[in-house]
């Protein structure tokens, strides 16, 4: 039921999943041809864009389950360390609430109105992170990736997997992989 690449649009106005398919085709083509690329330099990473402190980062989008605001109730964990904030429940779930920047040791303290949580996407280990903000979607091609990881203020180096780089700006990846197997993340409780 897929599109043709060469479909007349109207043939398609029933049909707005295709017609919608048919036009992201046309406009990565346009602008290959524009850029005298091939098709297969258009290949896309999706993420999400976030800030800590005052720096931006990028997450894969395979990651978060959802963006929320910052909870109204949030419970603390007698015995826990500072960087994790406390539980929360979220439509009847316990989730732990977990200050990023200070884990990462970029210091405590966020704006209760323009932060956001990320919500891991994970059976295993249900998180949310607090982070400064969230700029949502940011589309990388495949060609912008770079392997190096870029020093940052916050000094989480061994938490990125590489960077995006487009013009002036650098994202840098943020790995929850590495996160996740950290041994200082998965030990919470205060000594």
């Known amino acids: ?11 398609l106005k029933d049909r707005p999943f295709d017609l919608l398919r048919e036009l992201e085709h046309r406009s990565k083509v346009a602008l290959a041809g524009a850029a005298g690329e091939s098709d297969i330099d258009l290949e896309e990473w999706v993420g999400i864009g976030f800030k800590l402190g005052e720096e931006s980062f990028v ?9 929320m605001l910052m909870p109204s109730f949030v419970t603390r964990v007698p015995g826990a360390k500072s960087w994790v904030r406390g539980l ?3 439509r009847g779930h316990l989730l732990p609430i977990i200050e990023l920047r200070s884990f990462l040791g970029g210091g405590a303290g966020f704006n209760p109105r323009i932060c956001r949580i990320l919500v891991i996407n994970t059976a295993d ?10 700029f949502g979607f940011r589309r990388f091609l495949d060609r912008e990736q770079v392997d190096e990881i870029p020093q940052t203020k916050i000094r989480c180096e061994h938490y990125l997997d590489g960077s995006y780089q487009r013009g002036n700006e650098t994202w840098p990846v943020f790995s929850m992989e590495k996160l996740l197997r ?6 919470a409780a205060a000594n």
Request: proline share 3%; hydrophobic share 50%; aromatic share 6%.
């Open 1 to 11: 039921m897929a599109a043709t690449s060469g479909a007349d649009l109207r043939s």
């Open 59 to 67: 997450i894969d989008r395979k990651w978060i389950r959802e963006v």
């Open 88 to 90: 929360a429940n979220v």
């Open 125 to 134: 280990l249900p998180i949310g992170l607090v982070v400064d903000e969230v």
């Open 182 to 187: 950290s041994n200082d993340f998965l030990q």
